[in-house]
Structures are given as structure tokens and as C-alpha cells.
């Protein structure tokens, strides 16, 4: 495992995440990151993106092990 590519993945995973949930994010960056020590999201507080994106990447992961699971078992026959 590349920690490097795992690393890229998941921070990619919080600005796609990011984006989708906060479509303002694009038009007006400064005023939504300015906003975030402030945030109450589910007691999370401004670390709440890196709550989300955890989540997000779990899911993500999950699905690698299931395709990699996948592909080993037809390989084998």
C-alpha cells in the first residue's frame, strides 16, 4: 500500500465531498472556509470534513476490497 496514493485519495474524497455539499464552495471559497471554525456540524465542530471524508473513504475502501476480492476469485479459475 502507497501511503502517498491512500493519502491523495482521501484528501481528494474531502473536496469532492466538499464541493457536493456545499456547491458555494466553488463560487466563494474564502467566506465557506472562514465559516468553518464555527461549524456545529454533529458535535464534529470545523474537524467535521475530516469526520466526513474518513467515512467517505471507508465506503471507498470497502469497495476496493470487494472488486480486488472479485478479481482474485475469477483469476483462480
Same mark, same amino acid.
Given at each position: 500500500?502507497?501511503?502517498?496514493?491512500?493519502?491523495?485519495?482521501?484528501?481528494?474524497?474531502?473536496?469532492? @465531498?466538499?464541493? @457536493?455539499?456545499?456547491?458555494?464552495?466553488?463560487?466563494?471559497?474564502?467566506?465557506?472556509?472562514?465559516?468553518?471554525?464555527?461549524?456545529?456540524?454533529?458535535?464534529?465542530?470545523?474537524?467535521?470534513?475530516?469526520?466526513?471524508?474518513?467515512?467517505?473513504?471507508? @465506503?471507498?475502501?470497502?469497495?476496493?476490497?470487494?472488486?480486488?476480492?472479485?478479481?482474485? @476469485?475469477?483469476?483462480?479459475?
Amino acid at each position: 500500500m502507497n501511503i502517498k496514493k491512500e493519502l491523495l485519495i482521501y484528501f481528494a474524497i474531502i473536496v469532492i @465531498v466538499a464541493i @457536493v455539499q456545499h456547491p458555494d464552495f466553488l463560487t466563494a471559497p474564502i467566506d465557506r472556509v472562514s465559516k468553518l471554525p464555527s461549524s456545529v456540524v454533529y458535535g464534529m465542530g470545523p474537524f467535521h470534513p475530516l469526520g466526513f471524508g474518513l467515512i467517505g473513504y471507508a @465506503v471507498i475502501g470497502i469497495l476496493r476490497l470487494i472488486i480486488a476480492g472479485t478479481k482474485k @476469485v475469477f483469476r483462480r479459475s
